[in-house]
């Protein structure tokens, strides 16, 4: 039987387009409910920020797994953002967090309730959450943080920028693509 809880898969190289610098792959397989394995990734980019992303395994394709739901429960779930925080902590720098919840497959919508679901939980779990900086986009369901005290602001700002712009793009795709 695989181990449950968060395991460290594996260290993903960029390739082609890829910008990040390191992608760290885990698997998570929650300990109170069926098995249904999650891989969680953590992109790390320069200036030390991590963009969390999260599917089902076995889900989906490579353009749509990241908005297929799954018939989880809030326990199930809740389980999943924490072994999310849990990877971001495991990194031993401070980095910015960035995340973007996909909407659903042929849905296009503002503040859906995946981005609501994030931003509840973080305001719960988050350590030292009333210590971060938030600046996002309900419109692209689009979030990032990082501490008073991060050192890369200002690139930090550019980034979620060009982030905020390709989720945009990619939102406008989608759209135009169900149009046809």
Sequence with gaps: MAKKGLVFLMNGKPKGDDAFIIRKIYRFIPEFTNVITTII???IYES???VISFYQHNKGTEKT???IRSNIGSGHTRGIFRACLDAYYLLSLDYALIFSASNDIGKIE???SRYSAYILFLSIYFKNYDN???QGSIALNTLMLYHQSYQYKNEAALFYKDFEEKAENNLT???DAEKH
């Design 132 to 134: 971060y900086i938030q």
């Design 41 to 43: 990734e953590v992109e």
């Design 65 to 67: 797994k990241y908005k």
């Design 110 to 112: 503002e503040d859906n």
């Design 173 to 175: 795709e989608n759209d």
């Design 48 to 50: 030390n920020i991590c």
